[in-house]
């Protein structure tokens, strides 16, 4: 039996990771034999309020892959406007492809076929150093990073840091 095209091209994509690594996050797969169930661990990145962070996030992956985005969820606790508090992370680029039913994305924001896996880390690391408080996943933490960034909000995600330190 031959393996499904989504398979191999994540096979493709996980084999390229681990030849070529990339700054900022490692990726493998949750079970050895389950290419649609990823965990991937985000560094920090520097000169953000998460640096010096390890953060453990799961991909999901459709058996539809690369027509429809995989799902991301933080395992790592994380405090972040983008991210809601279940660990669901909420970015553009992990949306359904097409028209956004709100008006607020344009078509090419959203999940296109040619994203990666890399593709994908590297948006959601970029969201880590560069919130989207507009569209927020998690409305307490977007209201504590426009208002109180310095404080409560910094707070949190101190100690959501020290906490994916040690575990």
């Not at 969820?73 to 039913?101: A, M, Q, R, Y």
């Amino acid at each position: 039996m031959t393996e499904p095209r989504s398979a191999l091209l994540l096979r493709r994509q996980l084999t390229e990771l681990n030849k070529s690594p990339v700054d900022g996050f490692s990726a493998g797969l949750i079970r050895d034999n389950d290419l649609y169930r990823w965990e991937v661990m985000i560094i920090g990145p520097p000169d953000t309020l998460y640096e010096g962070g390890v953060f453990k996030a799961h991909l999901t992956f459709p058996k539809d892959y690369p027509l429809r985005p995989p799902k991301m969820k933080f395992i790592t606790d994380i405090w972040h406007p983008n991210v809601d508090k279940n660990g669901d992370v909420c970015i553009s680029i992990l949306h359904e492809p097409g028209e956004d039913k709100y008006g607020y994305e344009k078509p090419e924001e959203r999940w296109l076929p040619i994203h990666t896996v890399e593709t994908i880390m590297i948006s959601v690391i970029s969201m880590l150093a560069d919130p989207n408080s507009d569209s927020p996943a998690n409305v307490d933490a977007a209201k504590e990073w426009r208002e109180d960034r310095d404080g409560e909000f910094k707070r949190k995600v101190a100690r959501c840091v020290r906490k994916s330190q040690d575990d």
